[in-house]
């Protein structure tokens, strides 16, 4: 099992800045990709940011050049820097951990990103 402590979500004026962390625990494999999803209100879950514990990310095109990905793999943690942010970026954000062996999968509970107009 993995846990994931997701923390840094709230309310900021469209054009701000905010950073997630999200810190894992428990069985932490090695070789895992952890990452942020997203789910508006009346919208399905979607990708935002991932990255694998070698290093290598992918972004969703939205946030291309505004969101930077980033771990610290000494504290099984995943960070995820928000700047230029957008009102269509209101979401609750959930942390993802995924085992690279096994492929299971684990979630956050997720964290409130408000983006005022």
């Known amino acids: 099992q993995v846990q994931l402590v997701e923390s840094g979500g709230g309310l900021v004026q469209a054009g701000g800045s905010l950073r997630l962390s999200c810190a894992a625990s428990?069985?932490?494999?090695?070789?895992?990709?952890m990452g942020w999803y997203r789910q508006a209100p009346g919208k399905e879950r979607e990708l935002v940011a991932t990255?694998?514990?070698?290093?290598?990310?992918n972004y969703v095109d939205s946030v291309k050049g505004r969101f930077t990905i980033s771990r610290d793999n000494a504290k099984n943690t995943v960070y995820l820097q928000m700047n230029s942010l957008k009102f269509e970026d209101t979401a609750v954000y959930y942390c993802?951990?995924?085992?690279?062996?096994?492929?299971?999968?684990?979630w956050g509970q997720g964290t409130q990103v408000t983006v005022s107009s």
């Open positions: 990255i694998t514990s070698g290093g290598s990310s």
């Open positions: 428990g069985s932490i494999s090695s070789f895992n990709a």
């Open positions: 993802n951990y995924m085992c690279g062996l096994s492929f299971r999968s684990f």
